[in-house]
């Protein structure tokens, strides 16, 4: 069975630019989280979506944002890059309702120049 | 503070010794609790649920404590692949559901 991907790995931005990750879930879980890991620091939570509607938000300005398809993948996007939003973005999904058990992609990488 | 806390080590530990790390949480509607490894450069993954009567796995023993607000990871045997970062995970039970995410504790076992 095919595990959470994210995808791109890497992405390399210059400051002020827009930034787009994508992620796809573990088939027939419902929720996707994303998560910021700044190198050598603790998750940081950012989003949560579940069946289509995003039912919590992390302490981040409003130019992370994001949206989750039909079909339970979801994108996230960050405006206006500033350098500290380099770090390893994280997506886990579960089932929904089980928000304890997640399962993660691998992460992408955003690099800010 | 914040909510939920891990001392963040290293621990270095002798392979084959016993190994146990708490974690502290601020907040008393938390209803769920979890114990997730890191590897280096790798995505977390799920360890261990923590359960009220505690649980064990193998060589995993993990223990919640209510009244002081605190869980406990043992580990027994401890190979050289243990090493890792233990990440202790907190679900808030009140409006704002949601996990809570310790900063992780640090384990280099030594050969």
């Known amino acids: 069975e095919a595990g959470v991907t994210q995808s791109p790995t890497h992405l390399i931005k210059t400051r002020g630019q827009q930034a787009t990750l994508r992620c796809s879930p573990i088939?027939?879980?419902?929720?996707v989280y994303w998560y910021q890991q700044a190198l050598g620091l603790g998750l940081q939570f950012l989003l949560w979506?579940?069946?289509?509607?995003?039912?919590n938000r992390g302490n981040f300005p409003p130019r992370f944002s994001g949206r989750q398809f039909p079909n339970y993948s979801s994108e996230l996007n960050v405006n206006a890059l500033e350098l500290e939003d380099s770090a390893l973005y994280l997506c886990?999904?579960?089932?929904?309702?089980?928000?304890?058990?997640?399962?993660f992609g691998p992460g992408t990488r955003l690099t800010v120049l | 503070r914040k909510e939920v806390e891990q001392d963040p080590g290293p621990f270095n530990v002798p392979e084959g010794a016993t190994v146990a790390f708490n974690c502290t949480y601020s907040?008393?509607?938390?209803?769920?609790f979890f114990w997730y490894r890191q590897d280096c450069r790798k995505e977390p993954k799920l360890l261990m649920s923590?359960?009220?009567?505690?649980n064990e796995d193998g060589r995993f023993t993990a223990q919640l404590n209510r009244a002081s607000q605190y869980i406990s990871l043992l580990i027994r045997d401890s190979k050289l692949s243990d090493s890792a970062t233990y990440l202790c995970v907190v679900l808030r039970g009140d409006s704002n559901y949601q996990l809570i995410w310790g900063a992780g504790t640090k384990l280099i076992i030594k050969p």
């Open positions: 907040n008393s509607a938390s209803q769920s």
């Open positions: 979506y579940d069946e289509g509607e995003e039912r």
């Open positions: 923590v359960y009220s009567s505690g």
């Open positions: 088939s027939g879980h419902t929720s």
């Open positions: 886990a999904s579960s089932f929904s309702g089980g928000a304890g058990e997640q399962f």
